[in-house]
């Protein structure tokens, strides 16, 4: 992690590569208390379809609110015991759910009923919160161009999608042929590091997807840069992938998909990396909802003050308040720093020493970047000094010699634009109205002309 | 029972290279020595006196700065020091104790701190304050007038303004026969009349080679640099032998290895990108010959640096298209 | 707020005192202050150009049409300028000479003009004499003072006496083009210090 | 030619209208925060003065010289200048609105400019024939355009820097425009 | 169309108020002007030249008219004797043209010494004509009868190193004014021993 003595060499990260270790998963039990969440925020008036003291199923699809189609799968059979308001990053609003779990699964029958009655397609109602998250607008029904699936993390460290692509391959491809019958996407494409492509053959094979080797250093598993890199086709900066009908999913979801049309019934699992202080690395599987101090407990992994919980990796992951947060559907990694590993930031300016410009894998201008962003000139920032072809990999944040927190500004910058934009959105359509009276005065003036000439004739 | 801990919540990254400003501050200082030693062996105290001076009342203006504004505390950082350390690089081993103290207040206070301190600067701070003490009090600095008193073993005058004496003078001199009673080794090794830290030819390299093998200065812009000077020294002496001086005397001569690692590199004022830092050095390099060979000053080194510091934002301007960026 | 006449003059004095206040006619101020001497010659002229057109101005405001009014400012005040032009060279050569073009250039100076159009042009006689007045003193002491500054550093003089010590070695720096734009910069810089308290 | 070329030179880079004269300082502080704005007022006088350069020094040799006007030389050429501004920009906007659109609002700010009016004066004083004034004032506009345009590039980083209040604008913009003008220094003896 | 005629109206009376102010002051300062300049722009050559003077050459002045043009004529009087006279010619330098006062012993008609008045020549180059008294030196005691020029035209004057043109400039220009004195001369001698009166 340390700078090299021949600062001159720019730092590389490689990609950790499973094939050669053979990884037992650790399986956590049930935990006393699951926690789902629901993106709604929460409504404490809104009439509810279960309420305290109600019992699920493992599996069933809770869709909580009576006016709303947002829905969460549970993960346990039990009571549930309360529910909670959530605030996740930026200040996303989110309603949580509190289940006690039972001992023993009873499984709901909604899906294996769904998949009988009107076929596989109906599957598309079930699959948002599957082991590695599916994206909804796919399953909205968006058209769908191309589906890249992630044999391989974005971040660093983690190896969630490489252990799933390696220990789950007929899954795998029962998971592709069922979500392409799902969408009706004819591409599919893997992205693997060479060291899965072996394995990885198997699913190629027998599912018509193509495969495709990206570099093993770090962020070419980035999905701008597999575009870029892989697909030969660069997104432009302000448009999302998802934009252009490609959508890129993990490796697990796919699994998962896999698993739920073959029993009928959907997973519940994830799989994860737990990543310790000292980094090394343990591949766990628990309920969706498990809090992260079971998973502690279970590898006996003891936290001290000032220690920091990062969910993700390295470069792009965020950190969590407490021990008790939720294993969530697309978390794929934990990562657990010591105190003293935490690297401070600075405010000290930007000194123009260009590392971050060299690093840069967008070629954005991170040194002006940086001033705009600072000086809260978000749209200039924009405009001409490339945010949006940031692809968010964290590298400038790395090697600043100033320790400015370049990419949380970054992250910021491009909230706020958003949030901007949205605003003016809503704004919109007043001044869309507008317009009308005038056309009610041009009528009223030809009434009037129209009166006078009636007159003039009279 | 709540007996929660607290843990750090930040933003990615998580991970952070180590690098800091002090560390490239103190390793500036490191390669510097070797020139600087060199020129304390060879003048004595007076030299060190300079160096010492330099550098401390360069840190006691950022100080006292901070303290007047209200602002943090910065000295830690280095970056005084190295600006203390460059203006002594360029001063005569003789210079009087008001200049250097004038020259650093003008270096750190009116050079740096006003722009906002470290990074701030649009000009290299030591360049522009001796910019500013040559135009005011240049009997102070002038070589010839300074080191006059010496006996040193070795030829006791400003090998530039020799050279550009002779090339004025082409009916009684031949520039290619007085700079030949400076051969290469002298200029290697410091056996020649200049700046504190700017006579050592093989310290000034090896201490560049360090900053460029440790990644604290861009090689492309030292290297393009003395590619200027020497391609446009080779073009003038081509022109006129007899009145112009040859590349490898340009190249050892006068600030030309200090300014081609140490002050044209200085990281605010030069540019980042690849194609910008290549025009940047060598717009400096033949800018520094063009002033030597034709324009007013022996030296040229100082304003050379100036000009591209300013054409620098533009410079920078040019740089590679981003990712998916339209148009 | 109808101002008092003093106020009329005093805010010329510090509210609105030009350069630092209004950052208006910079040109001469940069150029002609190398001593106290010269910058105040130079005041002197702008304010009697700016106390005479205002004058002038005030006068004819209600006979001057709207649209040649800019014309007729710049004739009435070019021709006090070539007055003052005539009349330095007769009586006053050498700092004719160090003033040089800046003399009938105060005929573009925006500080005249501006106080044409701005000012006297909508008030009266004693009103506009008082602005004229109190915005030229206001500029004058600028540029004495800047002249000050820079004549105290760049000569070790103040209106030609030797006030350094004789080991003080002048800082010439300050007297060349850079330093005047250097020194009116840290006075402004020094202004808005004493403003902002 | 040589000459002229000498002239050029001298007058852009060493006699620098803005840095070395003195001259357009309320122009050059006011529409140096952006570069669209420098490069829009840098035209703009290019435009302009070598226009005004040439017609007061027909006015000066043919009237003014003539009939031992001289004394009015000043009063002469303000107006030639103001009418000539006012005519540029009628003109601009019938037949070449595109260019009125970019230049239009900088061209009443430069009736009052003393650089225009201070370089046409100069044209006499230095007692340049036509072809020389033409080459001066169409030298000293680039000059301007010059400073002005690296000026801005410089200005638009130290906007974003952590300049202490009390310097910030037209302060720092002064200390910043004399080390320009120091910078200049370096091409001195260089024609 | 009243607006259009008071429009002109206005400019008209303002401009003939303007013209009418301007050549009045204009007549009354001319003679002063004059004096003026003569005193700051060549008097400082002058005295430079007839140091020891008894008179104010300046005062002392005569004019002469040398083909179509009228010449100025300053007088030294030594001893009560018009012993010598100044006048002024150009030469083409670098950077314009180098103007010249030089002063003759009409009593030896030999060079008393030479002084440049204006010039545009490159400081640290040319203008050490002006500045460097070894140069200007050399010009006193030259004979009128021997041509002047530099040493590279087979002349006697040594040039400033590196301002070859300037030197010839200032070579030349004494070389015309010693022409012009010839030329003169009987007349120059009776217009002195009038002035001495
Ligand atoms: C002469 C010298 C002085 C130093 N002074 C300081 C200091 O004042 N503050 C500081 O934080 N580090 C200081 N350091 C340490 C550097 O910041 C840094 O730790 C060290 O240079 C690492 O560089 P290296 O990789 O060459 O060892 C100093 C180093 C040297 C060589
Ligand atoms: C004269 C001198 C002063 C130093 N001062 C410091 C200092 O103040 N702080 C510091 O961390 N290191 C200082 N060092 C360097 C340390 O001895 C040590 O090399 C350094 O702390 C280790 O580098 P690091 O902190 O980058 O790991 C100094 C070294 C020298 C030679
Ligand atoms: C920047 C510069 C300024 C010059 N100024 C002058 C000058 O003021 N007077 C002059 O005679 N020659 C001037 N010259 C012309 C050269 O010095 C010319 O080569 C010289 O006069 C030739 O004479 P030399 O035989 O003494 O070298 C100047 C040249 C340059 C490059
Ligand atoms: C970098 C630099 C180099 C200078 N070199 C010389 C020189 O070689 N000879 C000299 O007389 N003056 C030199 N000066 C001073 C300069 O020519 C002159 O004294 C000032 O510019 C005064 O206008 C130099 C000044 C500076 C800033
Ligand atoms: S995070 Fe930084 S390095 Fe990575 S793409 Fe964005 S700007 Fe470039
Ligand atoms: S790495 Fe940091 S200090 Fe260096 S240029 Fe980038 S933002 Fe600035
Ligand atoms: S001033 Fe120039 S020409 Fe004269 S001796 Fe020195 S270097 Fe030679
Ligand atoms: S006219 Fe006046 S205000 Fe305008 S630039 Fe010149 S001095 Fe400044
Ligand atoms: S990939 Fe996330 S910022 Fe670069």
Not at chain 1, 251 to 279: H, N, R, S, Y
Not at chain 2, 142 to 164: C, E, Q, R, S, W
Not at chain 3, 130 to 151: H, Q, W, Y
Request: net charge negative; with cysteine.
């Amino acid at each position: 992690m340390k700078r090299s003595f021949f600062g001159l060499q720019q730092p590389r990260f490689k990609y950790d590569a499973v094939s050669n270790v053979n990884i037992e998963p650790v399986r956590i039990a049930v935990p006393e208390k699951v926690t789902l969440f629901l993106n709604r925020p929460f409504e404490g008036k809104t009439p509810r379809t279960l309420n305290v003291g109600d019992r699920v199923k493992t599996g069933q699809k809770i869709t909580l609110y009576e006016d709303s189609d947002a829905y969460v799968i549970s993960s346990v059979t039990g009571v549930i015991r309360s529910f909670d308001s959530f605030l996740g990053d930026y200040g996303q609003a989110l309603t949580a759910i509190n289940i006690e779990p039972e001992q023993t699964d009873e499984f709901d029958e909604a899906l294996r009923k769904a998949l009988e009655e009107d076929g596989i397609a109906a599957a598309r109602d079930y699959l948002l919160s599957i082991p590695g998250g599916m994206p909804p607008e796919m399953l909205k029904g968006g058209h769908v161009d191309t589906l890249v699936i992630c044999g391989i993390e974005q971040d660093l460290l983690s190896i969630t999608n490489q252990f799933v692509t390696k220990s789950k391959v007929s899954a795998m491809n029962k998971g592709v042929s069922a979500i392409k019958k799902i969408t009706g996407v004819h591409k599919v494409v893997m992205a693997l590091p060479q060291s899965l492509i072996q394995e990885a053959g198997a699913i190629g094979g027998a599912s018509g997807v193509e495969l495709r080797v990206i570099e093993d250093e770090y962020p070419s598993a980035n999905p701008r840069l597999i575009m870029r890199d892989v697909m030969g086709q660069v997104v432009p900066a302000d448009k999302r992938p998802e934009e252009l009908g490609i959508f890129f999913v993990n490796a697990e979801a796919i699994a998962a998909v896999g698993e739920a049309v073959e029993k009928k019934i959907l997973p519940v699992t994830k799989t994860l990396t737990v990543i310790k202080k000292d980094m090394t690395k343990t591949v766990v599987e628990a309920r969706i909802g498990t809090p992260f101090s079971d998973i502690f407990q279970a590898l006996d992994i003891t936290l001290f003050d000032r220690d920091r919980i990062i969910v993700g990796g390295p470069m792009s992951g965020t950190t969590v308040y407490a021990e008790d947060h939720p294993v969530d559907p697309r978390t794929l990694s934990i990562m657990i720093q010591d105190s003293s590993d935490v690297p401070l930031v600075s405010d000290y300016p930007c000194i123009n020493c260009g590392e971050c410009v060299r690093i840069c894998p967008a070629d954005v201008p991170v040194n002006m970047l940086v001033r705009f962003l600072e000086a809260r000139q978000y749209e200039t920032a924009a405009d001409e000094y490339d945010l949006h072809s940031c692809i968010e990999c964290g590298l400038c944040s790395f090697v600043c010699p100033s320790k400015i927190p370049v990419f949380q500004y970054i992250r910021l910058g491009k909230y706020e634009l958003d949030r901007i934009r949205l605003e003016e959105e809503a704004e919109a359509p007043e001044t869309l109205e507008e317009p009308a009276p005038e056309t009610e005065e041009t009528t009223e003036e030809e009434t009037k002309t129209a009166a006078a000439a009636k007159e003039e004739e009279a | 029972m709540y007996n929660r801990k607290k843990f750090i919540v930040s933003h990615a990254p998580f991970w952070h290279d180590g690098s800091w400003i002090a560390q490239r501050s103190y390793n500036i200082l490191l390669a510097a020595l070797p020139a600087v030693i060199l020129s304390i062996y060879y003048y004595g105290l007076p030299a060190l006196g300079v160096v010492a001076l330099s550098v401390s009342s360069a840190m006691l203006w950022e100080l006292g700065f901070t303290r007047v504004s209200k602002t943090a505390d910065t000295i830690g950082d280095g970056s005084a020091a190295v600006i203390g350390m460059m203006f002594a690089m360029l001063l005569p081993p003789v210079a009087p104790w008001w200049l250097i103290v004038a020259g650093t207040f003008l270096a750190v206070v009116i050079g740096k701190m006003i722009y906002g301190g470290i990074g701030g600067n649009p000009f290299n701070p030591a360049v522009l304050a001796y910019a500013i003490i040559g135009v005011s009090w240049w009997d102070y600095l002038n070589f010839d007038a300074a080191i006059v008193n010496y006996d040193l073993g070795f030829i006791t005058m400003f090998p530039l303004a020799l050279a550009k004496h002779a090339g004025m003078h082409t009916d009684l001199f031949n520039v290619q026969q007085i700079i030949s009673s400076y051969n290469l080794t002298d200029l290697l090794m410091g056996r020649q009349v200049g700046g504190i830290g700017a006579t050592f030819g093989l310290g000034l390299l090896l201490g560049g080679i360090y900053l460029i093998i440790r990644g604290i200065i861009r090689w492309e812009i030292s290297i393009s640099f003395l590619a200027g000077v020497g391609f446009t020294a080779l073009l003038f002496q081509a022109a006129d032998p007899g009145r112009y001086a040859g590349p490898l005397f340009h190249l050892l001569t006068g600030y030309t290895l200090l300014g081609a690692f140490f002050l044209a590199t200085e990281d605010s004022s030069s540019p980042v990108n690849f194609l910008p830092m290549l025009i940047y050095g060598a717009a400096a390099g033949i800018l520094t010959v063009l002033i030597r060979n034709i324009g007013a000053y022996p030296e040229g080194v100082i304003f050379a640096i100036l000009v591209v510091n300013l054409i620098n934002p533009l410079l920078d301007k040019i740089r590679p298209k981003a990712l998916g960026k339209v148009t | 707020m109808a101002k008092t006449l003093v106020q009329e003059f005093t805010k010329g004095l510090w509210n609105e005192i030009p350069p630092f206040r209004l950052v208006l006619g910079l040109c001469p101020t940069l150029a002609v202050t190398k001593s106290v001497e010269s910058g105040i010659g130079m005041g002197l002229a702008t304010t009697f150009v700016l106390v005479c057109s205002n004058v002038l101005v005030s006068l004819l405001r209600n006979v001057i049409p709207p649209k040649v009014r800019i014309a007729c400012f710049i004739i009435v005040i070019a021709t006090f300028v070539t007055v003052v032009e005539l009349v330095m060279q007769a009586y006053a050569y050498p700092l004719f000479l160090t003033l040089g073009i800046f003399i009938p250039l105060i005929v573009v100076n925006c500080i005249v003009l501006g106080r044409s159009e701005a000012f006297a042009s909508k008030n009266n006689l004693i009103r506009s004499t008082a602005d004229g007045l109190g915005i030229g003193t206001g500029f004058t002491l600028s540029l004495g003072a800047l002249g000050g500054v820079r004549e105290l550093l760049g000569y070790g003089t103040l209106l030609g006496k030797d006030i350094m010590p004789a080991s003080f070695e002048p800082f010439s720096f300050a007297i060349e083009a850079p330093g005047a734009f250097i020194c009116l910069g840290l006075m402004l810089c020094i202004m808005n210090l004493i403003g902002s308290k | 030619m040589g000459d002229y070329i000498v002239l050029a030179i001298s007058c852009i880079l060493i006699n620098n209208i803005l840095l070395a004269q003195y001259l357009g300082q309320c122009p050059f502080m006011g529409t140096s925060k952006k570069m669209e704005t420098a490069v829009g007022m840098a035209m703009a006088v290019i435009f302009v003065l070598v226009m005004a350069g040439l017609i007061t020094w027909m006015v000066n040799t043919y009237i003014l010289v003539t009939f031992g006007l001289e004394y009015l030389r000043t009063i002469a050429f303000i107006l030639v200048i103001a009418s000539l501004v006012q005519f540029v920009e009628m003109f601009l906007k019938k037949s070449i609105p595109a260019l009125y659109a970019g230049l239009g609002i900088f061209l009443p700010l430069i009736t009052t400019n003393c650089a225009v009016m201070g370089a046409c004066l100069i044209n006499i004083n230095e007692e340049y024939t036509f072809m020389q004034a033409l080459v001066a004032s169409f030298s000293y506009a680039v000059g301007f355009g010059l400073a002005l345009i690296l000026f801005a590039g410089v200005r638009e980083r130290i906007i974003l820097g952590r300049v202490p209040k009390p310097l910030q604008d037209t302060s720092i913009a002064l200390v910043t425009a004399g080390v320009l003008s120091l910078t200049f220094f370096a091409f001195r003896g260089m024609v | 169309m009243g607006d259009m005629i008071k429009m002109v109206v206005v400019l008209t009376v303002l401009s003939a108020f303007s013209g009418g102010l301007l050549a009045a002051i204009r007549d009354n300062t001319k003679e002063q002007i004059e004096v003026q300049q003569l005193t700051f722009v060549k008097g400082p050559a002058i005295r430079e030249i007839f140091k020891d003077a008894g008179n104010d050459p300046i005062s002392d002045r005569f004019k002469l008219q040398y083909g179509d043009e009228e010449r100025s004529f300053f007088v030294g009087v030594y001893d009560g004797n018009p012993k010598g006279v100044a006048l002024e010619t150009y030469g083409k330098g670098y950077g314009g043209d180098v103007g010249l006062m030089v002063g003759i012993d009409t009593e030896t008609d030999k060079i008393i010494g030479v002084s440049v008045t204006t010039h545009a020549e490159t400081p640290g180059l040319g203008a050490r004509a002006k500045e460097d008294p070894e140069f200007s030196g050399q010009f006193e005691g030259l004979s009128l009868t021997d041509t002047i020029a530099v040493t590279k035209d087979g002349g006697q004057v040594n040039s400033i190193s590196g301002a070859t043109i300037t030197s010839r400039a200032v070579a030349n220009a004494a070389q015309k004014a010693s022409d012009i004195y010839k030329r003169l001369k009987p007349e120059i001698i009776e217009n002195a021993k009038s002035i001495a009166k």
